[in-house]
Structures are given as C-alpha cells and as structure tokens.
C-alpha cells in the first residue's frame, strides 16, 4: 500500500468487512487496525528502521475540547526518500465521557514489527484502556490521518 493512501485502504478494509466506522466498537476496531497491520505493508517504510509501527495508548485528556477518555490506536509510518523524512499516523481514537476511564488510568505500548504484533495484540485485549472502553459507548469515534 502506498502511505498516501493508508486511510482510504483502512476504510475500503471495514466496508468489506461490513463495518462502518461511526459504530465501530473499540475491540471490533482494534481488531480491524491488527488485521490492516498484519495483511498490509507501506511501501518506503522500512519495518527494520522502525518504518511501520503500532501505537496503542489510553487516558483522560483535554485537548481543548473539554476532558475526555480516549482509546487510541496509531499506525505511525516513516517514509523515508532522498529528500526528507516523512512521517504520517492514522489514528483510530474513540472518545468516552471522562468518568469511563478513572479507573483505567493511561498506559501506551508500541508494537515496532509484525513479528511483536501476536505479544502486542495480548496487551491490547488485556488491557485496562478497553476493558473500561467495551463498557460504555463512545462519544465519538475518529480516524484521522495526516503528519505528526
């Protein structure tokens, strides 16, 4: 896959899925990132210089639109040219009420290779961030994608 197009592949994976990404529930959406990781690789990002990696995090934050229990899962791709480092992330993050996650508190792990991806997918589904997630129904779910 080319990284220019990683959300539109995203995307075009949940639809044949039959998913859609406003309900999305986080263990369905994580599972459909693991998948994506595990099937696809970004052309010019090299896995061995740390050119396509996972990023799992949760907590309660305000990014100036009030606090907010996220679950997030990144995709971060480094493409790398003769001209200049590009890095990108897509970002699936589900919002929740901050009561959600007082209990969870906030941790993060990467997954840095597909050879990491069965350990990394354990923590995940393990995780306090989605156990507290999978209770409630998220204020929003989002996907974004652009340079870090």
Known sequence: MKPRAAKTRFL?????AGLALE???????????LSYYADER?????????????LFQWGTYDWGEGPAFEVDLTRQLIHTDTKAEKVRQLRLTFRFEPSVGAAAGEQNRWCLSPAGLAEFREFVIASEGLRAA??????SVRLLYGPT
């Open 12 to 16: 075009k994976r949940l639809e044949a």
């Open 23 to 33: 309900d999305l529930t986080p263990s369905a959406g994580v599972e459909a990132m």
């Open 42 to 54: 970004a052309e010019g990002c090299p896995v061995a210089d740390d050119g396509d990696m996972l």
């Open 134 to 139: 999978e209770r409630q129904r998220p204020v």
